[in-house]
């Protein structure tokens, strides 16, 4: 089995910061890309930022210059930094892989969510 766990959600003010993790554990050959979405409030999921196991990132325009996604491949792991939060960043962030098993079978597999509140 393969899992992705992610970590580093919580409230914080406008203006913050927060870093998000997510791990990947198992019978992993390699993960390829890897990927944030959120989903808000009585809103649908969404993409918010995608990095291929080169390390070549893209992102939705809402976070453009505001959170930076990056990896390490020896651990398994994505990054998101997020700065200059706003309210409506306020969602439950989902962590994403395209994962090759170890019986080199390919797997898109989702973590179970972080929330992350932007609140005064």
């Known amino acids: 089995q393969v899992h992705l766990v992610e970590s580093g959600g919580g409230l914080v003010q406008p203006g913050g910061s927060l870093r998000l993790s997510c791990a990947g554990s198992?019978?992993?050959?390699?993960?390829?890309?890897m990927g944030w979405y959120r989903q808000g409030p009585g809103k649908e999921r969404e993409l918010v930022a995608v990095?291929?196991?080169?390390?070549?990132?893209n992102y939705a325009d809402s976070v453009k210059g505001r959170f930076t996604i990056s990896r390490d491949n020896a651990k398994n792991t994505v990054y998101l930094q997020m700065n200059s939060l706003k309210p409506e960043d306020t969602a439950v962030y989902y962590c994403?892989?395209?994962?090759?098993?170890?019986?080199?079978?390919?797997?898109?597999?989702w973590g179970q969510g972080t929330l992350v509140t932007v609140s005064s």
């Open positions: 994403n892989a395209a994962i090759l098993t170890t019986v080199y079978k390919d797997l898109e597999v």
């Open positions: 198992g019978s992993i050959f390699r993960i390829n890309d």
């Open positions: 990095i291929s196991r080169g390390g070549t990132p």
